[in-house]
């Protein structure tokens, strides 16, 4: 079953370059057809990989290049339930955006939907290679598709800066990446990821590989939005049409994640398991902050996707913290909150484009109010914030129990409230935006909010209804994520699979068959209280938040000015770093890759 | 002269950097990634290097058995595709901010910042 892996990259890919091509003389409706079979065919060959993938890993040679008594030849696809979930969740969400898109966008050319068919290709390649030139090949197609579809609309400034942003910040990465490639070739003479790791194995770590190893996180933490590398995802994912926003938001970013976790537990184990306390360390330091600069900047905003791509910045933090914490069982709690948070996002985005075809607006506070003849769009975003709380048995919730299951057996038990608070004030900011949308609360102008340019919306005419049942989609999908039946136990098994090396590479390197698969049994395991409680504790801090953000001016100003002196520095320090200017992005690209490779070329040899 | 090749990488790769954080121009900023790629250029070709090796072609030679790494020569050759593509991009984004803005300054192109 092998040759279904090449199947969800190759569909997308050539049926842009036929939408491409017939361009000119097949009408629209043929094109249409061409692009939306592509990509539901695609997520289809995509989930049956995933379901086979689910009994062992299914492993693809191209050209028939076997590897030959444990040397890998050629170049292969791995298919693993995490790289084969990330496909389908990638080719899914960007199935959704080209049915959204369907009639929303019609003033732009063909190449919109051709391009959004490369990326999702792209994305499929990225998270089922096994092979680390062949990312990068990946890494640079998705990001090519993303410049072109980020700056869309060149005519205005927001979209060309967003565009100049992210296509220069993303190449500095993929150099960045490109470099640790060159060196761990040097070192080992292969590219393919298994390989690498059993070649490492027999080295004792040096610095070439700590300089390898910190330059390929750093690329890859550029691509997932970390702190200090993710300053341009704001600019470019703001500028967005909404649907591209939602394939931006709801996956691209964690294809990063994917890959440092994978670069890790493959690659990098037999040398660095020995210095795990200080891998944790330091990735665990940048989800948290991350998170708390991503919440903190969400709450600042008022235009409202820079808004939702701040809340993606601060859940991409839990994630890496997820990661980071080098447990199983947060592992998987990562990939539940990929999965569900992918979705939820999507959604919101979608309901966000909505709200822009039908106001014409993306401002909070000149929407104020405006929302309240728009009952399927309030009732949408109430029910995605909601998702994204982590709420018990709610949307992101399974993703945030995991992480903090596996965070207690790490004993790092701090990492909870700060994921509370993190979820808490996101939440609450997307609650404070509905209430003064849809209900029309609180006041018309806030001084501390974000200004914005105005910008000209460029959708016309649309089909409503099918937007609406796409958003409707997406988000239902999200929120049930916590809820399904055995979810959490198989994920738990991937994971289990995910950081087991030496299966994988008896299975890609000598042909091994995969061991026979547990059986799982369908239920939902009780969570525990702590996960409950923070939970809970983060719907509360949502609430606060929405509250003070919507009436803060109420609170007696013997409270208020002293609060603001205390904590406006700071965040005018904070604010002042999203300068939007592509100089100052690149600096801290590198400077967050010198102090990355500083720390760990004290702690890592 | 073993480690020279790579301290050429490195200098390369830091002069294009610098470049492209101090740049007003996004032509000369396209002209400095493309400086900065021509750093992996250089150590890509320098790790595949062996001393007295020849080209990587063997068939049709009797006594030719050292030759250069041909695996960093094709990764060589997608990179320069990679970065060519790139590097298009960034010089039509160019022409559309100085048609729509009537700048080619990046740090007047901003809009949204904060």
Redesign the interface.
């Known amino acids: 079953m092998s040759w279904l892996l090449p199947l969800p990259v190759a569909i997308p890919l050539l049926a842009s370059a036929l939408v491409v091509a017939c361009d000119h003389f097949a009408p629209k409706w043929v094109k249409d057809l061409i692009v939306i079979g592509a990509a539901s065919a695609a997520t289809v060959f995509a989930a049956l990989a995933l379901v086979q993938a689910e009994r062992g890993d299914i492993v693809h040679w191209f050209g028939g290049w076997h590897s030959d008594h444990g040397v890998a030849l050629g170049v292969s696809f791995v298919g693993e339930p995490f790289g084969a979930g990330m496909a389908v969740l990638a080719l899914g969400v960007t199935t959704l955006a080209l049915l959204y898109s369907w009639t929303y966008l019609r003033a732009a050319a063909q190449t919109y939907d051709a391009l959004l068919l490369v990326l999702g290709g792209g994305m499929a390649g990225f998270a089922l290679t096994g092979d680390v030139?062949n990312m990068f090949?990946w890494f640079?197609l998705i990001?090519?598709a993303a410049?072109?579809l980020s700056?869309f609309k060149?005519?205005?400034?927001?979209p060309?800066?967003?565009?100049?942003?992210f296509?220069?910040s993303n190449?500095?990465a993929?150099?960045l990446l490109?470099?640790g490639i060159?060196?761990l070739?040097?070192r080992t003479g292969t590219?393919n990821l298994v390989q690498l790791g059993k070649s490492l194995a027999g080295h004792p770590t040096d610095r070439l590989t700590v300089v390898a190893f910190t330059l390929l996180v750093a690329g890859l933490l550029a691509k997932a939005a970390i702190a200090p590398f993710h300053l341009w995802h704001?600019?470019a994912h703001?500028?967005a049409p909404a649907p591209v926003c939602a394939v931006f938001s709801g996956v691209m970013i964690q294809l990063g994640l994917l890959f440092v976790a994978r670069v890790y537990w493959t690659v990098f184990t037999p040398q660095l398991q020995m210095h795990a306390a200080a891998v944790r360390g330091l990735l665990l330091a940048l989800g948290v902050v991350t998170m708390l600069v991503g919440a903190l900047m969400c709450f600042?905003q008022r235009?409202l996707k820079?808004m939702l791509v701040f809340s993606t910045i601060a859940e991409a933090g839990i994630m890496l913290a997820g990661i980071a914490l080098l447990d199983p069982r947060s592992l998987a709690g990562t990939a539940d909150l990929v999965l569900s948070h992918g979705l939820l996002k999507a959604g919101l985005f979608l309901v966000c484009g909505l709200v822009i075809v039908q106001l014409r607006e993306v401002d909070e506070l000149r929407l104020h109010g405006a929302g309240r003849r728009l009952p399927f769009s309030a009732v949408f975003w109430l029910a995605g914030t909601i998702g994204m709380i982590g709420v018990p048995y709610v949307g992101v919730f399974l993703g945030h129990s995991l992480i903090e299951d596996g965070a207690v057996s790490q004993h790092v038990e701090w990492l909870q409230p700060l994921m509370m608070i993190a979820a808490g004030v996101t939440a609450g900011t997307l609650l404070r935006a509905w209430a003064r949308i849809f209900l029309g609360w609180g006041p018309r102008d806030d001084q501390l909010l974000?200004h914005?340019?105005e910008e000209d919306p460029a959708e016309q005419r649309s089909f409503v209804p099918l937007m609406r049942a796409t958003a409707a989609v997406a988000l239902a999908l999200g929120l049930v994520v916590s809820v399904v039946p055995g979810l959490e136990r198989r994920t738990e098994e991937a994971a289990k699979r995910f950081v087991d090396r030496k299966a994988l590479e008896a299975q890609v390197l000598h042909g091994a068959e995969p061991a026979a698969p547990p059986r799982l049994a369908h239920d939902i395991p009780p969570p525990s209280g702590a996960s409950v409680a923070y939970g809970m504790g983060a719907a509360v801090l949502a609430l606060a938040v929405a509250a003070f953000g919507l009436w803060r001016g109420r609170l007696p100003f013997s409270l208020r000015r002293p609060a603001w002196r205390a904590l406006g520095p700071p965040i005018g320090v904070i604010?002042?770093a999203?300068?939007?200017?592509?100089?100052d992005y690149?600096?801290w690209i590198?400077a967050g890759t010198a102090l990355m490779g500083a720390v760990w070329a004290f702690t890592l040899t | 002269m073993h480690y020279l090749p790579y301290g050429v990488a490195a200098w390369i790769f830091c002069v294009g950097i610098y470049g492209a954080i101090v740049s007003r121009n996004l032509i000369h900023l396209a002209m400095c990634l493309a400086v900065t790629q021509s750093s992996t250029y250089i150590l890509l070709l320098t790790i595949g290097y062996r001393k007295h090796g020849t080209a990587p072609v063997f068939k049709g030679f009797e006594n030719r058995t050292r030759g250069v790494d041909p695996v960093v020569q094709a990764l060589t050759l997608t990179d320069i595709v990679v970065s060519v593509t790139v590097i298009a991009l960034i010089l039509a984004l160019a022409l559309d901010a100085h048609r729509a803005a009537g700048t080619v300054d990046p740090d007047e192109l901003v809009g949204l910042h904060g």
């Open positions: 030139f090949v640079e990001g090519v410049y072109a700056g060149v005519e205005e400034i927001g060309l800066q967003g565009a100049v942003n296509a220069i190449t500095i993929g150099y490109l470099i060159a060196l070739y040097g590219l704001a600019d703001a500028v600042l235009h820079r974000t914005e340019p604010r002042a999203h300068s939007g200017i592509v100089g690149v600096l590198v």
